[in-house]
Structure formats: C-alpha cells, structure tokens
C-alpha cells in the first residue's frame, strides 16, 4: 500500500502535516474575513452568519473536514515530536541557536495553546457554554459581550499571537515539505508566510482590541 | 593565547561520561582546533593520563572525519568551515570551551569526541547502484548534461557526510544529509534510471537509522561546513511524493531472460 508507507515515513507525516495546515491556513483566512464584517454594524455580521447557517449540509461538510484536519494535525505532530526525542536521548549540555526562529521553535508549545483555544473557542462562541449571555444567531451581540470579559479577550490575543508565529513558520515550511519551492539562495526567506501571518492574527486580534477599546459596543 | 577546554570524557560505548576541565595554556593563535587538542593531548601524555580521543584524518575540511560540538555549535564559530578549518584566533584568550560529541541515538559515541556515524554510510547503500553500460569506456561529452544541473549536482556532491546536519538539528534529522546524497545523483542523466527506486530506498533507511524529521529549523545548512542549502531537503520531499506515489511493484527479480 503506498500510502500507508507513505504514512509510515517522516516525510510522509510531515506531508500530512503540511497538507491539514495548509487547508486550515485557508479557512483561517476566510474565517477571519468573515469576521471583519463586525465592522459595519450587527446587521452585516448577523446575516453573514445566518447565511452561513443556510448552507446546511455544506456547513457540516466543512466543519467534518476541519475537525479531520485539526485532528490528523495532532496526531503527526505527537508521532513527530516522539520521533525527534526518542532521536537525541542525551541532549547537548551547550548548545546554541543559530539561525532558527522563535517561531520554528516555538511551534510545539503553541500549537499546543492552539489546540486549547480552539476548544474554547467553540464552546464560547458556537456553543456559547462559556459565554456569559450567548444568544443564537446574535454574532455582534455575543462578539462584544463575550470580549468584554477582559481575561478571555487577552486570552484570545495571547492565542492570535501564537498563530501568527504558526502560520509564520508553517506556511512557509508547509510549502517546502510539499517541494513546491523554487531553488532560493536565501531558503529561510519567507515573504508569502509573513504577510499570510500578520494579516490573519491582526485581522482576528482586532474584534477583541475593538471591543476591548470601546470601538465595537 | 590561553584556554580551560570543558571535554566530554567518555571510556567506551553505553558507559556514563562526564565532562573534565583541562587547561590548555600557550596555545598559538595560529593553531587550528585540531592542533590545539594535539598539544592538550601531548601534555596529557606526558603527565601519563589517557590522551582525548578525537576522529581526525585530512584536517583540510574534505574527508568529513572530525565532528565535534564547539561551545554548542556544530564544527565551531567559523561559517562554513569543519573544525579542522578553525583556528584559535577565533576564540578569547581565557575563554572555556566546551568540545562535545555529536549526539544523535544513531551516532554512538564510541569513545571521548568520536562517534561511530556509520548509519549515514547504510543510508548511502539503501540507494544501491546506478546502471552503468559495461564495456569500452564512453567519450566524457557523449552524455549531455545542463550547465545548472551539473553545477547544482556538484553543490550537493560536496557533502562530506561529517554528520553536522544532524548534529545541528534540534530533532537529529539526517534530511540535509539524505537530501544532498539524492539531490547529487537525481540531477544528473547517469541517476535517472533507479532514481525512484534510490529515493525511496535511502529516505526509508534514514527512518530505520532512527533519525528524526524535518522541522525546517534551518540549523543544518548553517552547521553544514559545505553551506548545502535546505533547498535541497524541499527537493527530496518532491521526489519522495513522486517515488512513494508512481512506484510500480517489481515484476521480476532481475536479468533478461
């Protein structure tokens, strides 16, 4: 079976990584989008949300292979992450960085966060079972009362911080475990995953700045 | 110029190390690292301890013999050079150094700084051969090869296979190594024929050796004392997919007829 070698491999479980990254990279992007619209007013935001909620079967559909993404995600990350301890059992007692990225560094411990602020976040606004006063289908309604508890909306900027240095560096490094790079005299060069990274963690950060701000009431 | 050398002392494979101090006094500036420890190595003679073990061979940066942690860099301070190519003007005077060996479960260490990396070797053999006509020798000019491909293929061939890419790597990934040894023979017309077959056989002995994957930290091409690019890791990746997705199953075992 080639793709169970293929899955068996460490590239292969990287590819696997690369492919569920890059398909929520794009939804972020979209989801992010979507939110801006909170900006014009509750009626924009409301009915964006009420058309997406007419989509029926398309909305799950979506929802089924996000959570098959987030989930083969993890699952690559535990088996990699097991494979590179198990590679070096005694560590160096010096050892200095050279060139990696907090970001690239960093990826484990905040997919981890990541991992933890999704749950919450669709128990807080989807579910609304941690939110204070959810209403079904008020999305600007649950947006600033949910953002004006203060500890959840720093909570939220926190995780928007660590999703941008994952995007930072898993854009980019998606892109060259797929091989689909172009020779580069300067690899570790990353304009594209810059840019995809600071658009979509300010555009999420700037609801709960905006409510935080007294801009969205 | 005058050092305290912090080195991992270790008597055999398995047992427990330990680092010792040893000064290193009146060292020339001029000396190279490998020089240096063969002063620090005379002396421990004379005073009858047992001398620091350390793989050496050209010390001109080609044979890919020394391996050693230099104050936790790969090779030492100097950019694209192995630590036969450093000298001691690129330290302080009265500075500690601390000289480990690599550490990767598929380098043990054999003795002291040398460590036995011959899993890297394994994985050059996992490719197998290339086709070859037999017979009169060809005119050298009789295969045409691009100007880049050749260039690009010879960038990749200067690996030395010191092991420093894996030694660098926070998750002892053998990819630069692997990927160099596949970009150097699939550029060339002469690698085509079992290119796939050569893909799928070192990237699954690099996995058996136990080495770790590929975080894209870039700290491999910049221990690599050759400068190979991670281009190169992006490029096994692309052949890999291929190899793993077209592989055709073996229809028989050899021969013609």
């Known amino acids: ?217 | 110029m005058d050092f305290t050398l912090r080195v991992w002392r270790q008597a055999a494979p398995g047992t427990p190390g330990r680092f010792v101090d040893y000064p290193a006094p009146g060292i020339s500036p001029d000396a190279s690292f490998l020089e240096m420890l063969d002063v620090v190595n005379e002396r421990l003679i004379e005073q009858g301890h047992e001398p620091i073990a350390f793989s050496h061979d050209c010390r001109e940066g080609i044979c890919g013999s020394c391996a050693m942690m230099i104050d936790g860099v790969a090779h030492g301070p100097v950019a694209g050079a192995a630590a036969c190519q450093v000298h001691m003007r690129s330290f302080r005077t009265g500075a500690r150094v601390t000289i480990e060996p690599w550490r990767s479960v598929a380098f043990p260490v054999i003795k002291d700084l040398v460590t036995d990396r011959s899993a890297l070797d394994r994985i050059i053999q996992a490719g197998g051969f290339i086709t070859a006509p037999t017979g009169g020798a060809r005119d050298a000019n009789e295969i045409l090869v691009p100007k880049d491909a050749a260039d690009a293929a010879m960038d990749a061939a200067s690996c030395i296979g010191c092991g420093a890419c894996v030694a660098a790597c926070p998750n002892g990934s053998a990819s630069l190594f692997t990927a160099a040894k596949l970009t150097h023979l699939g550029l060339l017309p002469q690698g085509q024929p079992e290119r796939s077959r050569r893909t799928l056989g070192m990237v699954a002995q690099m996995d058996r050796e136990h080495f770790g994957h590929c975080t894209l930290f870039g700290e491999c091409q910049d221990a690599c004392p050759k400068q190979i690019s991670i281009d190169a890791i992006a490029r096994m990746n692309r052949d890999y997919l291929h190899a793993v997705i077209t592989a055709r199953p073996e229809r028989s075992g050899g021969g013609t007829g």
């Open chain 1, 1 to 217: 079976m080639w793709w169970l070698s293929l899955y068996r491999s460490t590239i292969g479980k990287k590819v696997i990584m690369a492919v569920t990254g890059l398909v929520m990279a794009g939804f972020l992007v979209l989801h992010m989008a979507g939110n801006l619209q909170a900006f014009d007013g509750p009626a924009r935001i409301n009915g964006y949300s009420a058309f997406l909620h007419g989509t029926g079967e398309l909305l799950w559909l979506v929802r089924v292979v996000l959570l098959v993404a987030v989930a083969l995600h993890i699952d690559a990350a535990i088996q990699l992450t097991r494979i590179a301890r198990a590679a070096r059992p005694q560590d160096y007692a010096e050892r200095r960085v050279q060139v990696s990225t907090i970001a690239s560094r960093s990826l484990r411990w905040g997919g981890v966060v990541l991992a933890v602020f999704i749950v919450f976040h669709i128990l807080h606004m989807t579910t609304g079972t941690v939110h204070p006063s959810f209403t079904p289908g008020d999305v600007y309604h649950n947006l600033v009362a949910g953002f004006r508890v203060w500890p959840v909306a720093v909570f939220y900027l926190v995780a928007m911080a660590a999703l941008g240095l994952h995007l930072y560096h898993g854009v980019w490094s998606s892109a060259r475990t797929l091989g689909i790079v172009h020779p580069n005299p300067q690899p570790l060069h990353r304009p594209v995953a810059v840019v995809v990274a600071v658009v979509v963690a300010a555009g999420f950060a700037l609801i709960p700045i905006a409510v935080l701000a007294g801009w969205l009431r």
